[in-house]
């Protein structure tokens, strides 16, 4: 086992051991495997830096490195896509930690060997790693206590090179066994460029749940700069009133052209909201939300739940209309007084008819305070005509009422 500052500056010799350069780096190859490969050295040689390939070496270790002959490819070092320099780009920066749901910084980078092969086997984030790098060569106790964070949980590696297409695919497994709520504020501690490259490099549900997570304007900072289809596919998972106040956030031009790159049935959803003002019931409420005709059983209604091809995340209450293709609200049921009736009963037997409801034009500070009052999950909110707009959500009442520097810290209670 070594330590990358262990290595970096030792002299690489010939065949004959006479030295013909420093170590200037290590190069490994990053892609799918937990733990990546050394495949060469970036070596310096006055001021030039060439790339001695791992084959060409017969001695690595704390001494340094020997070549197996005396042949020097002297042509300057280029860095190739999905190659990545221990010392360039990953001492001082930081990482995803998933095991441990955190950001860290690299102190040092240990190195193992398998076989006849080197590979990255963790990254020491302690303090005496850093140590390790200043003190001189012997001074510093190889008894000293470490945390050495395994590298098969790095989830991200918050690198500026050009490596982000090949990490993004390795980071997407590992950053999914985090939920959106850790993966959002873990997020929030990097840089903006860290921050988008950590959202593209998960799916669309997930990463529309992540960024349903982050303040609007963080969301808007993020899909300003993704690529435009990828945006859309996005805002298409995210709920119709996220996706609303998203689109609000972004200039004029960049909203029209998500707006259009959406599905017609997710556009029409989001459409529906945008025309609302923003500090309303309108412009706080979702349009998901299940409804049943008052004419169905209960028996009916909860074979029709299972059947549903896509339902909201969350459903406390199902909401009850006249009758079939029509909005016009007439009771709601708690879906766990539904599950406990008659089967054969009706949906207006068992409905509550006496519920609090809001107007779209009501202020969005007096639904929140209903909300809170009489202690609800959700809210219908109901037009002039008597039908179900839509429903302001107790998450959603909670980011009015709560003041800013509370909202971020209570989870999300709907998808």
């Known amino acids: 086992m ?56 017969a001695v690595f270790g704390e001494s340094g490195a020997k070549m197996r002959s005396a042949k020097l490819d002297l042509t300057p070092f280029e860095r190739r896509e999905g190659e990545v320099l221990l010392g360039k780009d990953v001492l001082d920066n930081q990482l995803i930690d998933v095991d441990g749901k955190r950001v860290v910084r690299v102190n040092d980078v240990q190195l193992i060997g398998t076989g006849n092969d080197w590979r990255v086997s963790g990254a020491d984030v302690s303090l005496q790693g850093f140590l390790r790098r200043l003190m001189p060569k012997g001074f510093y106790g190889s008894d000293r206590v470490v945390e050495v964070l395994d590298w098969a949980d790095v989830g991200y590696l918050a690198t500026d090179t050009a490596t982000a297409t090949v990490q993004l695919k390795s980071s997407k497994d590992k950053l999914s066994r985090l939920h ?32 349903e997570e982050m303040s609007t304007e963080v969301q ?92 909201p995340n969350m459903i406390y209450y199902l909401y009850v209309v006249e009758e079939e293709n029509s909005w016009k609200l007439c009771g709601l049921i708690s879906l766990r007084s539904l599950i406990l009736a008659d089967p054969n009963s009706r949906l207006e ?43 302001v959500t107790v998450d959603d009442a909670m980011e009015v009422l709560l003041p800013n520097n509370l909202r971020r810290r209570i989870p999300r209670l709907f998808g």
């Open 349 to 391: 037997d068992v409905m509550r008819t006496d519920f609090r409801f809001a107007h779209p034009s009501d202020p969005s500070n007096g639904v929140a305070q209903t909300i809170a009052e009489y202690n609800l999950l959700a809210l219908p909110v109901v037009d002039d005509e008597g039908d179900l707009a839509g429903i």
């Open 220 to 311: 808007a900072q993020i899909l300003e700069v993704m690529d435009q289809e990828r945006a859309a596919d996005i805002l298409e998972e995210m709920s119709p009133d996220d996706a609303a106040d998203v689109l609000f956030e972004l200039s004029d031009e960049k909203a029209e052209e998500l707006f259009n790159l959406m599905e017609d049935q997710e556009r029409a959803d989001v459409a529906e909201l945008m025309h609302f003002e923003h500090d309303t019931a309108g412009g706080l409420m979702t349009t998901e939300f299940v409804a049943f005709p008052r004419d169905l059983t209960v028996g009916e209604t909860i074979i029709r739940l299972r059947e549903m091809a896509e339902t």
């Open 2 to 57: 070594l330590y990358l500052s262990q290595i970096l500056g030792r002299p690489i010799t010939d065949a004959r051991g006479e030295r013909i350069a420093t170590i200037s780096d290590v190069l490994v190859r990053y892609g799918s495997e937990d733990y990546p490969p050394v495949i060469g050295l970036v070596a310096r040689l006055r001021r030039r830096n060439f790339f001695i390939p791992w084959r060409n070496l």
């Open 180 to 211: 959106p709520v850790e993966i959002a504020q873990l997020a929030e501690t990097l840089s903006p460029i860290h921050r988008t490259e950590v959202v593209e490099s998960l799916d669309n549900e997930i990463a529309a749940d992540t960024l």
